[in-house]
């Protein structure tokens, strides 16, 4: 069975603050791919970035960062110098290979709110 | 380039009655997958479709159906409708040659049962 658990409900920030939001996940599998979306009022999911088992590098885009680290079972994300426009809900989600038919499973979300 | 689009954006039912919802997947997508997002939850996998048939389908029962059309759009009916089955109804397509799990999600349809 797999499982992610993103454990702050709700976080709330001032324009400028770095915050970070957790992702926790549960999986047998070897190989399996983590994902992150971003969920404005608007209601469609937006796609952030996609990373498989392998690799471990942590990323870095613009003023978004991911730190995977499989020894811990975390796949967080990082926003730095936030913004009122990164005010979201935040989807952590996990797919695994032919077993799981690489369908997500996603966490119940973070609600980032973003004050001026 | 035309995203993936759903309509209606809005639904009102009453318990039993039974609802469609429509989606066209992203020019160029072949595979349709739809999930359900109750409020304050992350979406849930309904099923997906690929050459007009489902190819899987998550824990949802008999009531949830769907068809996918030569075009490769697709709808989504549920049967009998029960207060729970309010939700975003959010469809998302790929592509063959992608990893499957790279989807383009629309706006959804928020469906709401009285």
């Known amino acids: 069975a797999q499982k992610v658990t993103q454990a702050q409900t709700e976080i709330s920030v001032v324009e400028k603050e770095d915050v970070t939001l957790d992702c926790v996940y549960e999986?047998?599998?070897?190989?399996?791919?983590l994902f992150w979306y971003k969920q404005p009022p608007s209601g469609e999911l937006v796609f952030l970035i996609r990373?498989?088992?392998?690799?471990?590098q942590n990323e870095i885009s613009g003023r978004y960062s991911w730190n995977f680290q499989k020894s811990t079972s975390s796949f967080n994300f990082t926003i730095t110098a936030s913004q009122v426009v990164d005010s979201a809900v935040y989807f952590c989600?996990?797919?695994?290979?032919?077993?799981?038919?690489?369908?997500?499973?996603f966490g119940r979300g973070t609600s980032l709110i973003v004050h001026p | 380039d035309a995203g993936v689009t759903q309509s209606p954006t809005h639904l009102i039912k009453t318990r039993g009655q039974q609802v469609t919802l429509r989606c066209s997947p992203k020019s160029g997508h072949d595979t349709v997958s739809w999930y359900q997002q109750a409020l304050g939850q992350g979406p849930q996998f309904i099923f997906q479709y690929y050459e007009e048939e489902e190819r899987q389908r998550g824990n949802f029962p008999d009531r949830f159906s769907g068809h996918q059309f030569p075009n490769y759009s697709s709808e989504l009916n549920v049967n009998a409708l029960l207060l729970g089955d309010s939700a975003l109804y959010l469809c998302?397509?790929?592509?063959?040659?992608?990893?499957?799990?790279?989807?383009?999600f629309g706006p959804g349809t928020r469906l709401t049962v009285l």
């Open positions: 999986t047998r599998d070897t190989t399996y791919y």
């Open positions: 998302a397509s790929t592509w063959t040659e992608a990893p499957r799990d790279t989807q383009y």
């Open positions: 989600a996990l797919s695994e290979g032919p077993g799981g038919s690489y369908i997500p499973t």
């Open positions: 990373r498989n088992s392998f690799d471990e």
